[in-house]
């Protein structure tokens, strides 16, 4: 069983969320145990007690992220199958998800770096994705409801639609706080405009 799937110890969810904040601040090759140590205001060799090697503190802050974000699309994916068809709905719960993860920009940082370092690392790779996985297949749900296309085109559209919903998140990033929010909101009502029922089928 994953740490992240174990009841955490606050010690662990200490180091944890210090490692976030170092990986998303200092990228892949700043996210040292001398580093996370510093910035959980531990004594240095604290965090390699929990998590001996640097492959061990990536996976496991691999395995928090993912399950956050899992738990967020599984939360999302559930409030949209109450109201199937509704895009104005589907429009402002996807915009509320985004601009909650716009409040944790570590968060999403975190999510970038981890994201590149899946492409070396198959293990990682097999658990960080899999959230993204079902975010594919909620948004598929969705266009299911509404009616829209034949079933091999909305799979391919779900996977795209996903992939720049994605690319909103992380444009997002590189903005002014500011503007962050409107950016999104705005992007995403674009982006789902598509779902709502065929005009011909009303």
Not at 31 to 54: C, I, N
Not at 86 to 109: I, K, M, N, Q, Y
Not at 134 to 155: C, F, I
């Amino acid at each position: 069983m994953s740490p992240a799937r174990e009841e955490l110890s606050p010690r662990r969810r200490q180091i944890l969320a210090a490692a976030t904040t170092v990986l998303a601040q200092q990228g892949n090759r700043g996210l040292t145990h001398r580093a996370v140590d510093r910035e959980a205001g531990l004594s240095e060799g604290s965090s390699s007690a929990y998590f001996r090697t640097r492959d061990a503190l990536l996976r496991a802050l691999g395995d928090v992220v993912a399950d956050r974000l899992s738990a967020d699309v599984a939360a999302l994916g559930s409030r949209l199958a109450s109201c199937p068809g509704d895009h104005e709905r589907a429009v402002a719960e996807v915009s509320r998800l985004f601009s909650r993860w716009l409040s944790e920009p570590d968060l999403l940082a975190a999510r970038l770096e981890l994201t590149v370092a899946a492409t070396r690392d198959p293990a990682l790779a097999e658990r960080f994705t899999q959230w993204r996985d079902d975010l594919v297949g909620m948004v598929r749900g969705v266009m299911e409801a509404a009616e829209t296309g034949s079933r091999a085109p909305r799979e391919a559209s779900a996977e795209t639609l996903v992939a720049a919903l994605d690319g909103v998140l992380l444009a997002s990033l590189m903005l002014p706080q500011r503007r962050r929010r409107g950016f999104v909101s705005d992007s995403v009502e674009q982006l789902l405009s598509g779902l709502g029922p065929n005009p011909a089928q009303t």
